[in-house]
Nanobody, 125 residues
């Protein structure tokens, strides 16, 4: 069982930045690909970014490419999402997820085995 705890959400003005963190309890964290997903009110949970256990490759949704950066520190069991150039469309609950398959990370939520409780990000115009 892997527990994931997100932090770093909050309220920010358009154009601002936030850094989300996800702490994992996994025994061998590098065995897990990690993903960030988000869900806005009335919408389905959608893919944001993912990273393999080794740190490469990384995948991004088209809507966040060039603005968001996913990274991880395996020695600390941490994964991060640096979000720059935020706009109101980025408002959502952001979830961290872990996938215990080796290889290229997935963009599909159903593939992920473990999920955090989410952290709210609000971007004002």
């Amino acid at each position: 069982q892997v527990q994931l705890v997100e932090s770093g959400g909050g309220l920010v003005q358009a154009g601002g930045s936030l850094r989300l963190s996800c702490a994992a309890s996994a025994r061998t964290f590098s065995n897990y690909a990690m993903g960030w997903f988000r869900q806005a009110p009335g919408k389905e949970r959608g893919f944001v970014a993912a990273i393999s256990g080794s740190g490469n490759p990384k995948l991004y949704a088209d809507s966040v490419k060039g603005r968001f950066t996913i990274s991880r520190e395996n020695a600390k069991n941490m994964v991060y999402l640096q979000m720059n150039g935020l706009n109101p469309d980025d408002t959502a609950i952001y979830y961290c997820a872990a996938d215990n398959r080796l290889g290229v990370p997935s963009t599909t939520p159903v593939v992920y085995d473990y999920w955090g409780q989410g952290t709210q990000v609000n971007v004002s115009s």
